[in-house]
């Protein structure tokens, strides 16, 4: 650690050297999905530094999504406009075979724009343009952690690429001792555009194995091992500015495996639990051009989910099933010189049960050049997760029979573009969930238990500012507050894991800058007041922080030395409650592109 620290201040004096001659000739930042972390970074690194956004880690291994307070039932991933979804259980919401580095930055959809999304929320990815570049990684760090990585791309022709990539990470005792890490990925990307047409064709395979002893809330006395093994085939393809008129449709074929292997010590027994999941999946969405001030917005698709699973000794397996869930969204829009009205409606058609019409409506009025007032109103539907309805460990119980869980969101606000260095967004918001499903337990022995806790209020406010003074500098700021309510008062448990647990108050600030052309640093911030739970151990109050400092020399431009350093306070935060968080871990890697 202190070697890292030397190593980093002698960097900047070196900068200090070549600040004079660079400071009228400092190149601007290139922000993408990978700004602030290493080059083979998973997707759960990037998410950790997108404000609005929380990422619930267990060790790194596995990765817990949120927006907005959702649980992580309620918010996942897009890849270019087809949203991803894991019918086993959303734990692997948070899950993409595809390293950060290919993935444009990521945007954050909530109400309308939410469209065929999760419940509460989805992060949007798409796919950057092939340039032809090529690029390999190493890197080692605390932990026994190690990488190497690999990405190549060509142009065949003026319009038409191809591109491969591959990678490997391990580490040791993350957080326990035994909870080693393990993940590979290997896959190949080709891509033809022109104008402002670009389609896609996408196949990867990642493999993750590593240590679950604690996770999940399972008693940290039984040491565990998980291994998930994930595939991906995707083709999709889009023409037109999203901003404006567009059409945009893919299909995918995704397979899921999970083996989860758990050592109960109290009964010298073994649970072991085989899931395969696959989930084939196509959507066609897009904007008419503006005729009079009327377009229309729409959307269609459709998921055909099966699940395969058996369990030995202590487990009963998730049994085997199937079932297709769909969506049409029919939205008419109409603008004038400062007012623009939407008002539709999204049908979702889920098996056995009957269609959800779901309300859909928003209203933006121009008070000024730089300012907008918006508002919105949207209803939407999730069906349970095969692990909420039939899971049975000795730390965890399913429900049969849990409803599909529906929310109407409701959010007012203003937005801004003061200057071409700021914008910034304030909003009010309020989700009523139904039938919502939570993990609840009971004071002892604790095991989590799939629960409707009925109607749940979430009342919030959010503000979001983004700075760029310079073209070598980006900041983003972000603060929320919520506040849940459970209208009925019938619900006797000791604790909550997921729902009823939150952040009542998050501040998060990320930096990304360039104070001289060799050195480039970036950091990420965050700042949060957990809501009381019988289970958390240390405290309400846990820090966040990560920083990398890259360093490229002028005359070997095609190699970048980075110094990457996570939870730098060493903070002891339990983010799950009653479950151990992991601890500092300090970085090295070295790329070269060419």
Not at 534 to 549: A, I, K, L, Y
Not at 580 to 588: I, K
Request: with cysteine; glycine share 10%.
């Amino acid at each position: 650690m202190k070697t890292i620290f030397i190593a980093t201040a002698a960097l900047f004096t070196a900068g200090a050297l070549y600040s004079e001659e660079l400071s009228t000739n400092i190149p601007p930042i290139v922000v993408t999905a990978a700004a602030q972390t290493a080059g083979n970074a998973a997707i759960h690194e990037v998410l950790r530094a997108e404000p609005g956004v929380v990422l619930n880690s267990q060790g790194g291994s596995q990765n817990d999504l949120s927006i907005r307070g959702s649980t992580f039932s309620g918010a996942g991933l897009s890849l270019g406009g087809m949203t991803l979804r894991n019918p086993q259980t959303e734990h692997f919401n948070a899950e993409l075979p595809v390293p950060a580095v290919m993935l444009s930055r990521p945007s954050v959809l909530t109400g309308l724009d939410n469209q065929g999304g999760h419940l509460t929320g989805t992060v949007g990815f798409g796919l950057l343009p092939i340039i032809g570049k090529r690029q390999v990684e190493a890197g080692v760090g605390s932990d026994h952690r190690d990488w190497q990585s690999a990405l190549v791309q060509q142009m065949l022709t003026d319009h038409l690429g191809i591109g491969v990539f591959a990678g490997r990470e391990s580490a040791e005792g993350v957080d326990y001792k035994d909870n080693d890490y393990d993940r590979d990925y290997v896959g190949g990307h080709m891509q033809y555009r022109e104008d402002d047409t670009q389609v896609d064709l996408l196949a990867a395979h990642q493999k993750k194995e590593f240590g679950a002893t604690g996770y999940y809330g399972a008693n940290p006395a039984n040491p565990t091992t998980e291994e998930t093994q994930d595939t991906l085939v995707y083709l999709a393809a889009r023409k037109g500015d999203l901003n404006a008129d567009y059409l945009r449709g893919g299909v995918s074929w995704r397979e899921f495996n999970d083996d989860y292997f758990s050592h109960i010590t109290s009964s010298s027994r073994d649970y072991i639990n085989h899931s395969r999941s696959r989930i084939s999946s196509a959507f066609f969405d897009g904007r008419t051009m503006q005729v009079n001030g009327w377009a229309v917005g729409w959307r269609a698709d459709v998921d055909q989910e099966q699940i395969d699973s058996s369990g030995e000794d202590l487990s009963t397996g998730l049994g085997d099933h199937s079932r297709t869930c769909g969506g049409i969204s029919l939205l008419p829009q109409w603008q004038g010189d400062r007012l623009k009205l939407t008002a539709g409606m999204r049908t979702e058609f889920l098996d056995g049960e009957s269609p959800y019409y779901l309300p859909q409506a928003g209203a933006e009025y121009l008070l000024s050049d730089n300012l907008t007032a918006f508002a919105s109103y949207t209803e939407t539907v999730r069906q349970p997760s095969y692990t909420e309805l039939n899971y049975n460990s000795p730390s965890s119980l399913g429900a049969a029979g849990l409803e599909p869980q529906t929310e109407q969101q409701t959010e007012a606000g203003f937005k801004g573009i003061p200057s071409e260095h700021a914008d910034w967004k304030v909003a009010a918001f309020h989700r009523r969930s139904k039938n919502t499903i939570d993990w609840m337990t009971a004071a002892a022995p604790i095991r989590w238990i799939a629960t409707d806790i009925g109607t749940l209020d979430t009342y919030g406010t959010e503000a979001k500012l983004g700075w760029y003074p310079a073209q070598n500098v980006e900041m983003q700021f972000a603060y929320t507050w919520i506040y849940k309510n459970k209208t009925a008062d019938d619900l006797d448990a000791y604790a909550s894991r997921y729902a009823l647990d939150y952040p009542e108050h998050l501040a998060q600030a990320s930096l990304l800058w360039r104070p001289v052309k060799p050195i480039e640093i970036g950091t990420v911030q965050s700042l949060r007041w957990q809501t009381d739970n019988e289970v958390r151990e240390n405290g309400q109050f846990g820090t966040d922080s990560s920083f990398v400092v890259r360093f490229t020399p002028p005359k070997a431009d095609y190699a970048t030395l980075a110094f990457l350093l996570n939870n730098a306070w060493d903070d002891d935060f339990q983010t799950f409650p009653g479950q151990r968080p992991p601890g500092r871990f300090a970085g090295v890697s070295l790329t070269l592109t060419w």
